[in-house]
């Protein structure tokens, strides 16, 4: 490892320790040439998963583009962005152990809807009205009625 300060490679490992999250290795380190210390950070490096668009082109996964759309989806309603984040962790994760190297678009939105519908109806209905491209009134009528009759089955239960 380099040292920032005056380019020397030769450097020695002072601390040890891994972040909260458990995903990173933090290490403090003292440079031979100039004693200066600096602080490096090690994950696994993970290969980038890659989605096919329903119209067939390949594009990486960007977590931030679904954050995005999942915050548009939940905006003005009670749910924390950690909570968003959270899953888009998990979303990620998930996607990362298929161990497959290009997924369909769709596995993604279906997750992400399921998670929403879990969440807020009014998200979700937001949500799915641009992921399924609804086109008029009717499209939107015909989701809010499955989702009401979803809601009657569980209470019934």
Request: hydrophobic share 30%; with cysteine.
């Amino acid at each position: 490892m380099k040292c920032p300060y005056c380019g020397e490679i030769d450097n020695k490992v002072i601390d040890s320790r891994m972040t909260k999250d458990g995903n990173t290795v933090r290490r403090r380190r003292e440079c031979l040439g100039c004693n200066r210390r600096f602080t490096t950070y090690e994950r696994v490096e993970q290969l980038p998963i890659v989605l096919i668009k329903k119209d067939g082109r390949r594009e990486t996964f960007d977590r931030a583009k679904v954050l995005v759309g999942m915050q548009k989806a939940c905006e003005k309603r009670d749910i924390s962005v950690n909570t968003l984040e959270q899953f888009v962790d998990d979303l990620e994760r998930e996607l990362q152990e298929m161990g497959e190297k290009e997924i369909p678009s769709s596995v993604v939105g279906e997750r992400i809807m399921t998670r929403l519908h879990e969440l807020d109806d009014v998200a979700y209905v937001r949500f799915a009205s641009v992921y399924q491209e609804f086109k008029d009134i009717n499209d939107f009528m015909s989701e809010l009625k499955e989702l009401f009759e979803s809601r009657i089955k569980v209470t019934e239960q």
